[in-house]
């Protein structure tokens, strides 16, 4: 099958990968559409050593089981279901997890993929593939609120207008919060604008130390020493950068100003195709360019280099 495989020489397009078996409550997946993430860029410079099949969001259509024949997205965090911590509750930090396009596990920018039975939801009727393809980082944007719940009325700065930002001051605007999303990007900004969040450029903007919620979506090691400067006394800081190589950080800040620190992965993605369909989230604007699997290594290319851009669809059935 047509494949974009990671390997030590970087990312590179083949035509005859092997289609993945499904084994147990497994179940295969024809792929439609696939999202470029930032976590991709990361695991090609180095992030987590993975190598194999790239990409972790997407919508297909399921080959078996009770959703067979219809679309689907995945939960991308596939857990042992028996050790303490799945039982516990805490399957997504199982330490024998498997993670589609991350950890163990080829991911989904290929014709076809597997994931457990469990881990599939169906595509509400009538939702653009389009749309579908964003639930996965939806829900990463979702699991702020799940885990820092805002009352309303909160001042939070979202560092970085990229995809996950942009959908992360979403969700807290939503939420009733006052949101202030702060860039580099002139282009990434003016989305923002249109959809009435403010903004404003980094290189223009003072930190104040007034901000009750800051998020880190910078994608940057300098993601966390910047919060450091927005953040109020006693506020929160929520991480969800993830980059590869080593981050050094001063923290007597956090000490001296009693913040709160707290790492932030995946999230609810139930809830998330919800917020799509309701209006939660808007993701039209954020599409950039649509590319065939084909020309996925000039997207992943341009998705590093085009800061510009905020995001990149693969259509992995071929563009007519």
């Known amino acids: 099958m047509r494949a974009v495989v990671l390997e030590a020489g970087g990312a590179r397009f083949v035509d005859d990968h092997p289609v993945p ?23 090609m410079a180095g992030y987590m050593k993975f190598r194999g099949v790239l990409g972790h969001e997407f ?38 997890r498997t993670v589609l396009g991350i950890l163990g596990r080829d991911g989904a920018f290929a014709e076809r993929l597997v994931l457990p039975e469990a881990n599939l939801h169906e595509v509400p009727e009538g939702m653009p593939d389009r749309v579908a393809v964003f639930a996965e980082p939806a829900a990463a944007a979702l699991q702020v609120l799940e885990q820092v719940p805002p009352a309303g009325g909160e001042s939070v ?16 605007a939503a939420a009733g919060c006052r949101v202030r999303v702060v860039g580099k990007h002139d282009e990434k900004l003016s989305i923002l604008d249109r959809m009435g969040i403010a903004t404003s450029r980094l290189d223009d903007t003072s930190p104040d130390h007034l901000a009750d919620i800051v998020v880190d979506a910078t994608g940057s090691a300098s993601g966390l020493p910047t919060a450091l400067g927005f953040v109020r006394p006693r506020g929160t800081i929520v991480l969800k950068t993830t980059i590869a190589g080593d981050q050094r950080l001063v923290l007597a800040p956090i000490v001296i ?30 599409v950039g360019d649509v590319y065939d699997l084909e020309d996925a290594v000039e997207a992943l290319q341009r998705a590093g280099s085009d800061r510009g851009v905020v995001k990149l669809v693969l259509s992995v059935e071929k563009l007519l």
């Open 21 to 43: 078996a499904a084994v147990g409550s497994e179940i295969l997946v024809d792929v439609l559409e696939a999202g470029i993430c930032e976590t991709d860029l990361q695991l």
């Open 59 to 96: 919508v297909g259509v399921a080959r078996s089981g009770r959703l067979a024949g219809r679309r689907v997205v995945g939960e991308i965090n596939c857990p042992c279901g028996s050790c303490s911590t799945c039982t516990g509750g805490l399957g997504n930090h199982c330490s024998q």
């Open 157 to 172: 700065v979202v560092l970085g207008a990229g995809r996950l930002g942009n959908l992360c001051a979403q969700a807290l």
């Open 257 to 286: 100003d009693e913040v709160t620190v707290v790492g932030s992965r995946c999230g609810p993605l139930a809830r998330a195709l919800e917020a799509l369909a309701d209006g939660t989230f808007d993701v039209t604007p954020l």
